[in-house]
């Protein structure tokens, strides 16, 4: 009794399901390289594909302000070209339970760097940018 192909390639693939589920990342490390992607988005350049990482109540608190979300990236994205920056992810102070979490991020400049914290929170079942820390104190003003 011989196997077909098919079937050696349905038991390889079952294997491969089965060790990949096994060797999954944990939420934490899943959410550090989310972000991480995130951070690399704005390395490349790309700062207009963030809009979507950015929560329904972000976008709001910027409009709020007198902004559309497109055009504090697009101004983001002006100073970060005028100062040769770049960013890093440093640290993940804080992650509760796969629904909010905080990272310290890095923007990186011929003078040194600063650093400052994000909150994110899950929103349609991904990882996006929140307007507000659960704790209640308000976003730190990064000093560029």
């Given at each position: 009794m011989g196997f077909s192909k098919v079937s050696l390639w349905g038991a390889t693939a079952l294997l491969l399901t089965i060790w990949g589920a096994g060797c999954a990342l944990d939420p934490r490390e899943e959410f550090r390289s989310e972000v991480e992607r995130m951070v690399g988005v704005a390395n490349g350049k790309k700062y207009q594909d963030l809009e979507k990482e950015m929560s329904t109540r972000l976008k709001e608190r910027i409009r709020s302000e007198g902004w559309e979300p497109g055009q504090a990236l697009v101004a983001v994205a002006k100073k970060d070209r005028e100062d040769g920056a770049g960013y890093r992810v440093t640290d993940l102070p804080k992650f509760e339970a796969g629904?909010?979490?905080?990272?310290?991020?890095?923007?990186?400049?011929?003078g040194g760097?600063?650093?400052f914290v994000v909150p994110f929170i899950r929103e349609e079942g991904k990882w996006r940018a929140g307007a507000a820390y659960r704790d209640g104190r308000e976003w730190e003003e990064p000093e560029f």
């Amino acid at each position: 009794m011989g196997f077909s192909k098919v079937s050696l390639w349905g038991a390889t693939a079952l294997l491969l399901t089965i060790w990949g589920a096994g060797c999954a990342l944990d939420p934490r490390e899943e959410f550090r390289s989310e972000v991480e992607r995130m951070v690399g988005v704005a390395n490349g350049k790309k700062y207009q594909d963030l809009e979507k990482e950015m929560s329904t109540r972000l976008k709001e608190r910027i409009r709020s302000e007198g902004w559309e979300p497109g055009q504090a990236l697009v101004a983001v994205a002006k100073k970060d070209r005028e100062d040769g920056a770049g960013y890093r992810v440093t640290d993940l102070p804080k992650f509760e339970a796969g629904q909010y979490a905080e990272v310290e991020i890095a923007r990186m400049k011929a003078g040194g760097e600063k650093r400052f914290v994000v909150p994110f929170i899950r929103e349609e079942g991904k990882w996006r940018a929140g307007a507000a820390y659960r704790d209640g104190r308000e976003w730190e003003e990064p000093e560029f």
